[in-house]
């Protein structure tokens, strides 16, 4: 199971790519309802039938007087009962988002293993209580990311899921994430549930973009992903069993060097102290990456051939690449808030070069980022505090109220 969480603003062309990207899946899901109908028919058809059957033999037996008979009826009720097969299900490889409640059931119902794909941030928010009173709640989806059991007893519910396997892959814009309470991201944190996700947040291209000039993505890439899917969907664990890959062993020392590489910047004054909730579990994720990038290599799950070092450094390498993204998404909590306002705002400066600027214009550019009038003044306090900007200072152009307008330092954009 992987956990992924693309971060980008409005417009970047969020859903295009998971559209893209669950293409494959909703082709394999097709495929197999339509191989599976007639299965599932039959079995749940069978299973209504000896439903049935236990029934009414269990309402004779109420009725019968005599004892020995009524013992008999219980008993061949109770048979019919045993021998039923268990409720089929059409296959369901995803959905877009789900309470807790819901999440636990879809579980059930599937074998143990469901995706949480979304280019919207209902799922967080669900987790983060906005559904619930503000109650955080990760449980279920820690232990789907972890593979272990879910165990639900309550008064009108009961759910047993022996392993439960959920993969997520959400995109969401960096203002919700921002405006999530500084309680939330703490449990976030505390739960180790951002610390597993492998964060994607890449610098805007709104604003910078040339209208004319249109990339396509190469044919023979797109066939090659989609097949790579199918096969890793075709893939069936005997008897239910989990599979297991092994580790070449020049793999295996690159998997060291990199552990021992995240275990000594975790201590204090180490070069990922202020992200060791995510360093910590990225020693096991990596061997995730490097588990999918082997058998979809290979569009197979070869158990005979051990990862290759080669494979795994591909996996290293984009771990690396993350540690900075993870950086930037964790600057979106609560406490640094405030300076991830300020980046934006002066990247708004740089791009137009401006010598001053509006107070209001800059509340209105920035309108959903700032909701309330005091998130932009401590962004534009954290610009003072660098000698970025300088004022507020009163001009009037001769009618009404005079605006609150702010100074660029001309140095800072290389002016001076």
Known sequence: MTWTLAIAETGEGKSQVLSRCIKPLDHW?????????????????????LEKRAEKLAKEAVNEDDEQDRDEKEKQSAKLKESMPDKRFETKLYTNEATPESAQDMLAKHGGKMAFLNDEGGLLQVMAGVYSGGKVI????????????????RRCREVDIPQANITIGLAIQPGILGKFPKTVWQKFCDSGLFGRFFVFYPVSTIGKRDV????????????????????LLDIEPENGCMLSLTLGEEAREAWLWFSDKLEKGQANGGEYEEIKDWAAKMRGGVLRLAGLFHVAELERFA?????????????????????????????????????????????WIEQYKLADFKGSKAHNKFNSRFPRVEELEEALDVLKGRELIHGPYEKSNGKGRPSKYYRVNPKALGKG
Request: glycine share 6%; charged share 30%.
């Open 29 to 49: 899901q097709t495929l197999r309802r339509k191989a599976e109908k007639t299965g599932i028919e039959q079995n749940n058809t069978k299973r209504w039938i």
């Open 138 to 153: 990760t449980d279920v989806f820690l232990k789907g990311y972890n593979g272990m059991s879910v165990k639900v007893n």
């Open 212 to 231: 004319r000039k249109h990339t396509k993505l190469p044919k023979e890439l797109q066939q090659r992903y989609e097949r790579a899917v199918m096969s």
């Open 303 to 347: 158990t005979d051939m051990p990862v290759s070092k080669d494979t795994m450094v591909k996996a290293l390498d984009l771990m690396l690449l993350l540690i900075d993204h993870t950086r930037a998404f964790l600057g979106l909590s609560g406490h640094d808030k405030p300076i991830e306002d300020a980046k934006a705002l002066w990247g």
